[in-house]
Structures are given as structure tokens and as C-alpha cells.
């Protein structure tokens, strides 16, 4: 019987060797003559365990870390193909207290699937958002974000419906979808963590706002110290046009949204958005003045949604369980979650997803 191990290749992992950990992992299966299929999953957010090894069993996964290549012998001769204790075992990976305390709805499947499987991503509910989407009108669409309470994740917080509304009401013709992956903030990973450990998450984000105010191209402009990010969302772009959820009559509704990445050039205002805007244009990156609004006159003077990475990967729930279902979290004027990312003389640092309203404390 195949034993399934999930090694993380995300780049905070890979900087701890997971890579030699998946490598020796390989070589002791095929000394030892077992049968192990590696899946190289992400990081689940649990830094100071990385690299965190699971393995699939009856039960449910179990966990293990923080894993070196030299503890790889010792966990196969404890059994740790069947869930065998070990001095690194963490137990059920779903029991760890960092992670059984969290409400994740934008982060569900990091970690859990294959990033570069649309397979994997669809057999754990992906793309039911955006089927939904293809049965309804832009106007339905756009009320549903709207009455979901989704705010802007970039920091602005300003209302996702509003803005989507405002592009769909701009008369018919060229308009664009714009994602803001220039994440260059301090201590800021949440942005990396989705594209390069669930990308379609974010692909299907994208094409949902695309249906929803009438969009045919769309662009990630990605921040340039993201070269794993870059090769995983380039890798789920492919696989998603070939598998009909990208490009033209999206899984033959008649729509049609293309999706390239633009990789910017390290400055950090063009984590503005209209810099951003400008960089695309191929222009210098300087903050444009306002109005015109970019959803009036954004990308190449064309109505824009522009959107960060975690506003779009936030969507997908919401078109598949409703405004009400996202609306039940949080509190106040603050709907959904939101990813709370902790760095810096901490002992475990790394990513929590809660819903609105948690304490500092």
C-alpha cells in the first residue's frame, strides 16, 4: 500500500530545508524498499515547525517537525509511515492547538492540497464560486460581495461591492482586473502564502470579478522578490485555461478572461495602486491624482477593479456559501477574517486566520 508524505516547497520552508528533508525522505523509502508517494505541499503557517512533515493515514494526517534530513532514518524506523510517535510527532496536524484555534475560510485548503493540482483544487471545493457566478447576472454577483461586508485587504478597507459596482455600471467595453501582489510591507507574508500555497484561489477570485462587472484580461502584478509565487501562479494559469477556467467560453458559458502576471520592479510605491497602474502602463511609478477614480479611469484609462490578493481570494467563498454564510464572521463594520500575520523576537511566529474581532492579547 502507497504511503502518501507531504513535504511544504513554499519559500519560507525551502529556506529551512525542506528540500533536503523531501530529497532523504526518497532515498530512505527506496533503501528500505517502501513504497512512499512525496506530495509537495506548503507551509500551513506554523513557522517554527517547518519543515513540517505529514503523513496521510486511516485517521486522518499526521504530523511531524521541525523535521531535518538527519531525522528522516529515525522516523521510518518508528513507523512514522502509519503515524508512529516519535520525538518530533505533533499529532492530528488538525488538533495542533495554533491551528484547531483558527477560522480559516480564505486559507482552508494552504497547506492541505497539491498548489499545482487544479485536480486537488477542485476535489476540495474549488471553482464552485465561480460556476455560481457563471449562473448569475454581474448585478447578482456584485450584491452578493456587497452584502457580504468584504472590505479591502490591502489595508484601505474600503467596500469591495462599491467598488466592483461602480465598474459595472461604466458603459460596456474594455475593462480590466488588476491584483495587487506588490506585497512590500514588513514582516508581511499572507500574499505569498496564497499564491504560491493555493493559487487558483486567487485565479478563481479574478475570474469571478471578471464575470461580475464584465472584464476580459486581468493582471497580477507581483512583487519582484517573489520568484516561487511567480513559477506557482504561472504553473496554475496554464493548468487552469487548459482546463477550461481561464481564456475563452470559461467551461462554455460564452465568457472569456485571460490572466498574466507582470512582475514589478521592487519599488515599494507601486504598492500604491495607482503606481501600480503606471508601472503597468510601462511608466515610471508615480502616484496618479484622484478623481478620476481607477474603477472610472484605471488601467490604459479603462474601468478597473484593482484588488489585493487576499480581497480576491476572500470571493470565492462568498459565491459558494453566500454573503451570509461570510457575513457570520466578524463583527461591526469588519466582515470575513482576516490573516494575521505575527514575525519578528516571537517564539511562534507565523500565520493565523480569525475572524474579526479577535484581542491583541
Known sequence: MTATVFVPRDASSLSLGAEAVAQAIVREAAKRGDDVR???????????????????????????????????????????L????????????EQIPYLRSQERLTFARVGITDP???????????????????????????EAVTQSGLRGRGGAAFPA?????????????????????????????SDRMIMEGDPYVLIEGMAIAAVAVGATQGYIYLRSEYPDAE??????????????????????????????????????????????????????????????????????????VINNVITFASVPIILDKGAEHYRDFGMGRSRGTLPIQLTGNIKRGGLVEKAFGITLH
Not at 82 to 93: C, K, Y
Not at 118 to 135: C, P, T
Request: charged share 20%; proline share 6%.
Open 231 to 304: 513559477r506557482a501562479l504561472e504553473a496554475a494559469i496554464r493548468a487552469a485555461q487548459e482546463s477550461g477556467f481561464l481564456g475563452e467560453n470559461i467551461l462554455g458559458s460564452g465568457k472569456t478572461f485571460r490572466l498574466e502576471v507582470r512582475r514589478g520592479a521592487g519599488a515599494y510605491i507601486c504598492g500604491e495602486e495607482t503606481s501600480l497602474l503606471e508601472s503597468l502602463e510601462g511608466k515610471r511609478g508615480m502616484v496618479r491624482y484622484k478623481p478620476p477614480l481607477p474603477a472610472i479611469q484605471g488601467l490604459f484609462g479603462k474601468p478597473t
Open 161 to 189: 461591492g462599491i467598488k466592483w459596482r461602480t465598474v459595472l455600471n461604466t458603459a460596456p467595453g474594455q475593462k480590466y482586473i488588476v491584483c495587487n501582489a506588490d506585497e512590500g510591507d514588513s514582516g508581511t507574508f
Open 116 to 142: 499545482h493540482s487544479v485536480e486537488d483544487y477542485e476535489s476540495h471545493g474549488g471553482w464552485r464560486g465561480l460556476r455560481n457566478a457563471l449562473d448569475r447576472g454581474g448585478a447578482e454577483i456584485v
Open 38 to 80: 512525496v506530495v509537495r505541499n506548503v507551509s500551513r503557517g506554523l513557522f517554527w515547525l517547518e519543515p513540517m512533515v505529514e503523513v496521510a493515514t486511516p485517521t486522518g494526517r499526521m504530523a511531524y517537525g521541525p523535521v531535518s534530513p538527519g531525522d528522516v532514518a529515525g522516523l521510518f524506523t518508528t513507523g512514522f
Open 82 to 93: 502509519n503515524g508512529g510517535r516519535h520525538p518530533l510527532s505533533l499529532g492530528p496536524t
